[in-house]
C-alpha cells in the first residue's frame, strides 16, 4: 500500500475524501479528491524559471475528462481515445481558473500549471467541486506562492428548497443552479442558471454557500497546517525606478486627455499616439527594447490608478456617464433576408447580431461526454471576429473565451425556450459580435432574444442582460457601475453579467481581480442590474413585443402526430425501406420518438400534410364492422386482394362479393375498381383484415345461403392448396390514401 494521508469531511451528506500519496510525485502538489464514487487528481507544478520579460503572469488550468471514469469507450470509429477537451471540459477549467488566479501575485512570472484529471464518475456528483477543493489544496500545500485557500460549493432550488451540492437529477429538476467560490468570507467567482429566479432567492444560496464554505475553509486550513511545504521565493517582476519615473513624468499632463474620450475609437487612437510618443521619447535617450516594455506596463498601472481615482473620488466615468447610466441602446429586427429570424443590439459601440435558425428535430447536437449522453435541441454560439476590437488576427475556431461566452448566452436564454411538445424545432442562435467595447456577451443576449421572437418562436419572456463593474479602494469605500465599458471593464475589480427576464434572474457569471467582494457589495449589484435590465426589456418590448404570430416562409415546417407504438414498426418498415420511400416520396424529414409521437418536417405544407395521410393510413388501426373504401389491386380465384391505403390490405372473398353465387370474381370485380366495403372480421394473431361487400347490401334467405355453401367449399379448397394461409401477396410500395370512415 502507497503511504499516504487521509482527511474527510461530510458535506451535502456526501462524505469528501482528501488524499496525499505518492502519486504524481513530481509535481510541486497532488492530491486525490474522492466525493461520493468521483474521482479527481489533481496537480500543482511550477515552471523552473522566472520569465520576466512576459507582461502577464502564465497560469494555466486544464481539466482534463477520461472516458475510463464513466467505464466508457468512446471517439471516433477509429481512433478510440481522447481528443480535444469537450465544451463541458473547458467550462470547467475556466470555473477553476477564474477562482483560483486572484489569490496568486500578479507580479509572477514563472509559469505555473494545475492539471485536474477525472478518474472516475458516479452518478450523483459533479467533478467540478472535489476538482477546485483539490486545486486549491494542491497549490496551498506546494511550494508554489499562493494566497489561499479558496473553497467551492454548489446549492440548487428544487421544488422551493435549498439543496449542498445537488445530484445531477436534482439540478436536472431544480429552479436554481448555483456555484460560488469564495476565500476568507469573501466571493471570489460566481456562476449561475435559474429559472427566472428573484433577487431574494440568489442572496439567500449565497448566504447558505459561505456558511458550507466555511466549515471547507477550516478543514482545508487544518491540512495545510499539518502538510504544507515552505513557498519557493520567486523574483517578481519589477520595473527600472529611472523607467517609472520618465513615464510619468512625459504621460502625466497627457494621459487624462486621453481615457476621458467619450468615443472608444478616439480613445484608443489618443493612446496609441500616447504610446508611441512615449517610445519615441525613450529611443531617443537610447532605452532599449525591455525598458520601452516597462514602460508600457507603468502606463497601465496610471491609467488603472486615474481610472481609480477619478471614479472612487469623482464619479466621473471615461465616458462621462452617470454610474447607474446605460449606453445608447438601439435594437432592430429582420435585418437580414432568407434567414429564419435575425436581431441586431447595439449598446455604446458594441453591437451584436444574432441569427436563429430552426430546423427538424434530428438536427439536435448529440452530446456524449464522461457526465453524459444526450440531445441538446437549443444551441447558442457566440463568434468574436477580430474586427471587433479593430485587430487583425488569424480566425481559427472557437477558442475559451468564444465558447464561454456562448455558454453563458445559452444557459440564460434556455429557461425561455418552449419545450419539444409546444414547439419540436431543433434551435440553434449564432451571435456575431460586431463591435466590441464591454459587455459584448450580454449584447448578444439581447440580441438572440429579438431574433427568436422575430422568427415566431413562441419564448416566454425575452432576456435581457448587463454587465456590471467595481471600483474598489476598500470594503467600505466603493463604486458600482452600470454598463461597464472598455477601461472600465479592463481596469476594473469586478465583471458582474446578470442575465433575466422581467420576472427574474436566468444566468449569472462573476469573476473578480482582487480577493473578493462582500456580500453587501453583491445585493447593490444585483438590484442595480435589476433596473438597468428593466430600462433595457422596455427598449426591446418597443421594437417586439412578444414573438411573431407565424414562423419565416422561409422556415420548415413542422407537423406532429401520435400513433400507437406498436405500430412504429408499420411506419419503418423491413430495414428502413418504408420510411425511405416516404421520404423519398415527399421531401420531408421523419423523427420518431419511443413514446409513438412522429414529428414530420417538411418544406411545404403540402409535403407535410402528404406524409402525415400516408402515416394515418400506416398507423390506423381498423375496426371490425367499420365501413372503409379501398381499391382492388389484384384478383385471385378465390376473392380479391383489397388496398386500403398505403402497405394496407384486406381481402374480399368471393363469398362476400354479392348476394348471389358469382362463379368468377373477374366478372364482377376489375383491378383499380374502388369499392366501399365493411369489415367483417380482424384476425388477433395475423392481422389479416376480412372484408365483406355484400354486407352493404340489400339481401335476401336463399342468397345468403346460396353463399354460406359458397363460401364454405371455396375455404375448404383454398386451405389445401394454400396450408395455413388465406391468402398472400407481395406488399408493394403503391400509393394510397388513408382508408375513408364512414358513419
Not at 631 to 657: K, M, P, Q, W
Request: glycine share 8%; net charge negative; charged share 25%.
Amino acid at each position: 500500500m502507497l503511504d499516504e494521508k487521509v482527511f474527510s469531511l461530510d458535506v451535502g451528506g456526501r462524505i469528501l475524501t482528501v488524499k496525499f500519496t505518492p502519486l504524481a510525485q513530481q509535481a510541486n502538489g497532488s492530491v486525490l479528491v474522492q466525493y461520493g464514487e468521483t474521482t479527481v487528481l489533481i496537480t500543482a507544478t511550477m515552471g523552473k524559471t522566472d520569465r520576466l520579460e512576459n507582461d502577464f503572469f502564465p497560469l494555466v488550468v486544464d481539466y482534463e475528462e477520461r472516458f475510463y471514469a464513466a467505464g466508457k469507450i468512446l471517439g471516433s470509429r477509429f481512433v478510440r481515445r481522447e481528443g480535444r477537451p469537450s465544451e463541458g471540459a473547458i467550462l470547467t477549467a475556466r470555473l477553476i481558473d477564474r477562482s483560483i488566479r486572484p489569490l496568486f501575485n500578479q507580479n509572477m512570472r514563472r509559469e505555473v500549471q494545475v492539471v485536474a484529471t477525472v478518474l472516475s464518475i458516479d452518478a450523483d456528483n459533479d467533478p467540478d467541486f472535489p476538482a477546485l477543493i483539490g486545486a486549491s489544496l494542491a497549490l496551498a500545500t506546494s511550494d508554489i506562492p499562493w494566497s489561499g485557500p479558496i473553497s467551492a460549493i454548489r446549492i440548487g432550488l428544487v421544488n422551493n428548497e435549498f439543496k449542498v451540492n445537488p445530484t445531477y437529477q436534482d439540478r436536472n429538476s431544480g429552479q436554481l443552479d448555483f456555484f460560488l467560490s469564495s476565500a476568507d468570507n469573501k466571493i471570489t467567482m460566481l456562476e449561475a442558471g435559474g429559472d427566472e429566479v428573484p433577487e431574494e432567492k440568489i442572496v439567500q444560496a449565497t448566504q447558505l454557500a459561505l456558511i458550507e464554505i466555511e466549515k471547507l475553509q477550516k478543514f482545508q486550513s487544518e491540512i495545510i497546517s499539518q502538510l504544507a511545504k515552505p513557498k519557493t521565493d520567486i523574483v517578481l517582476k519589477q520595473i527600472n525606478p529611472d523607467i517609472r519615473t520618465k513615464t510619468k513624468e512625459f504621460i502625466q499632463d497627457k494621459l487624462e486627455d486621453a481615457i476621458y474620450t467619450p468615443v472608444k475609437i478616439g480613445r484608443v487612437s489618443k493612446l496609441n499616439e500616447l504610446k508611441k510618443n512615449l517610445e519615441e521619447k525613450l529611443k531617443s535617450e537610447n532605452f532599449d527594447a525591455n525598458a520601452i516594455s516597462e514602460a508600457f506596463v507603468v502606463l497601465e498601472e496610471e491609467i488603472d490608478a486615474l481610472v481609480h481615482k477619478n471614479i472612487l473620488e469623482k464619479e466621473k466615468r471615461p465616458d462621462s456617464r452617470a454610474l447607474d447610466e446605460i449606453r445608447p441602446l438601439y435594437c432592430e429586427i429582420g435585418l437580414i433576408p432568407r434567414v429564419h429570424g435575425s436581431g441586431f443590439f447595439m449598446r455604446g459601440s458594441t453591437q451584436a447580431l444574432s441569427i436563429v435558425t430552426l430546423a427538424a428535430p434530428s438536427h439536435a447536437l448529440t452530446i456524449e461526454t464522461i457526465e453524459t449522453c444526450d440531445t441538446k435541441r437549443f444551441i447558442h454560439h457566440y463568434n468574436f471576429p477580430p474586427y471587433s476590437v479593430g485587430e487583425i488576427s488569424s480566425m481559427r475556431g472557437p477558442g475559451r473565451r468564444e465558447i464561454g461566452h456562448g455558454a453563458l448566452a445559452e444557459k440564460s436564454l434556455y429557461p425561455i425556450i418552449p419545450n419539444k411538445n409546444e414547439f419540436p424545432y431543433a434551435i440553434r442562435i449564432v451571435s456575431e459580435i460586431l463591435s466590441s467595447n464591454g459587455s459584448s456577451s450580454m449584447a448578444s443576449v439581447c440580441g438572440s432574444s429579438l431574433a427568436l421572437m422575430d422568427a415566431g418562436v413562441p419564448i416566454r419572456r425575452p432576456v435581457a442582460g448587463i454587465a456590471m463593474g467595481l471600483m474598489l479602494d476598500n470594503e467600505s469605500h466603493y463604486k458600482i457601475l452600470t454598463d461597464i465599458q472598455g477601461p472600465e471593464d479592463h481596469y476594473g475589480d469586478m465583471d458582474f453579467k446578470v442575465a433575466g427576464t422581467t420576472e427574474g434572474i436566468t444566468g449569472i457569471q462573476m469573476d473578480v481581480k482582487i480577493t473578493g467582494i462582500t456580500l453587501q457589495i453583491l445585493e447593490e449589484t444585483l438590484i442595480r442590474a435589476k433596473k438597468a435590465r428593466l430600462q433595457i426589456l422596455q427598449k426591446i418590448a418597443e421594437i417586439i413585443e412578444k414573438p411573431r404570430p407565424s414562423l419565416s416562409p422561409h422556415a420548415p415546417k413542422i407537423f406532429t402526430l401520435q400513433v400507437n407504438p406498436d405500430k412504429i414498426g408499420n411506419i419503418i418498415g423491413s430495414g428502413g425501406k418504408t420510411i425511405n420511400d416516404i421520404i423519398k416520396r415527399t421531401g420531408v424529414e421523419i423523427d420518431i420518438d419511443e413514446d409513438g409521437q412522429v414529428f414530420i418536417t417538411a418544406p411545404t405544407d403540402e409535403s407535410g400534410q402528404q406524409a402525415i395521410e400516408i402515416i394515418k393510413g400506416l398507423t390506423y388501426e381498423f375496426k371490425e364492422g367499420e365501413v372503409v373504401t379501398g381499391t382492388v389491386s389484384r384478383i385471385l380465384d378465390f376473392g380479391a386482394i383489397i388496398d386500403l391505403g398505403y402497405n394496407r390490405d384486406g381481402l374480399l372473398h368471393i363469398s362476400e362479393i354479392a348476394n348471389r353465387r358469382i362463379d368468377k370474381v373477374e366478372d364482377v370485380l376489375k383491378v383499380g375498381q374502388i369499392l366501399t366495403l365493411k369489415i367483417i372480421k380482424i384476425d388477433e394473431t395475423t392481422g389479416r383484415i376480412n372484408l365483406s361487400l355484400k354486407a352493404l347490401q340489400p339481401s335476401t334467405s336463399a342468397d345468403s345461403r346460396a353463399n354460406q355453401v359458397l363460401h364454405e367449399k371455396s375455404s375448404e379448397q383454398h386451405s389445401t392448396r394454400r396450408g395455413q394461409s388465406s391468402y398472400r401477396h407481395d406488399r408493394r410500395n403503391q400509393p394510397g390514401s388513408r382508408p375513408r370512415r364512414r358513419n
